[in-house]
């Protein structure tokens, strides 16, 4: 999943994944912003 996100150059990894990506949710990972997908829907409404 991160790999892919390297891929593709994203700027943020939009996961579910508790068991793997918890301990990163909020940081960024070699520039991509690691979140879940309700802080996702959060942030996106307080920018628009």
Not at 3 to 17: P, Q, R, S, V, Y
């Amino acid at each position: 999943m991160l790999a892919g996100a390297f891929a593709a150059e994203a700027t943020h990894l939009i996961t579910g994944d508790l068991r793997h990506f918890v301990r990163y949710f909020g940081r960024q990972i070699q520039g991509i912003l690691v979140l879940a997908p309700a802080d996702y829907i959060l942030a996106s409404r307080r920018t628009s």
